[in-house]
């Protein structure tokens, strides 16, 4: 049963710095890219960061030169480090895995950007 906890949200000001942590379990991790989604008050969830399961990224044009998308295949784990944190950052972010056709969500973590 594939299982993926987010951790490392909270309130920070802007120009901050947060690192968002996802734990995943029940399945290949190593083998499968994994993502960062986020989702802000009244909008569509939108993919934010990827990384590859041969760790190649990619990032939305407003994350990049500010995010870094990282993983540790031995424990499984992705993380999310975000500089420069803005208003606009300020959102649910989950943790993803598309499995077999099948897309896999963590509960979510919120990150507030405000002073």
């Known amino acids: 049963q594939v299982k993926l906890v987010e951790s490392g949200g909270g309130l920070v000001q802007p120009g901050g710095s947060l690192r968002l942590s996802c734990a995943a379990s029940?399945?290949?991790?190593?083998?499968?890219?994994m993502n960062w989604y986020r989702q802000a008050p009244g909008k569509e969830r939108e993919l934010v960061a990827r990384?590859?399961?041969?760790?190649?990224?990619y990032y939305t044009d407003s994350a990049k030169g500010r995010f870094t998308i990282s993983r540790d295949d031995a424990k499984h784990i992705v993380n999310l480090q975000m500089n420069s944190l803005k208003p606009e950052d300020t959102a649910v972010y989950y943790c993803?895995?598309?499995?077999?056709?099948?897309?896999?969500w963590g509960q979510g973590t919120r990150v507030t950007v405000s002073s």
């Open positions: 029940g399945f290949a991790f190593s083998i499968y890219d």
């Open positions: 993803n895995v598309r499995r077999l056709g099948v897309m896999h």
């Open positions: 990384i590859k399961s041969g760790d190649d990224t």
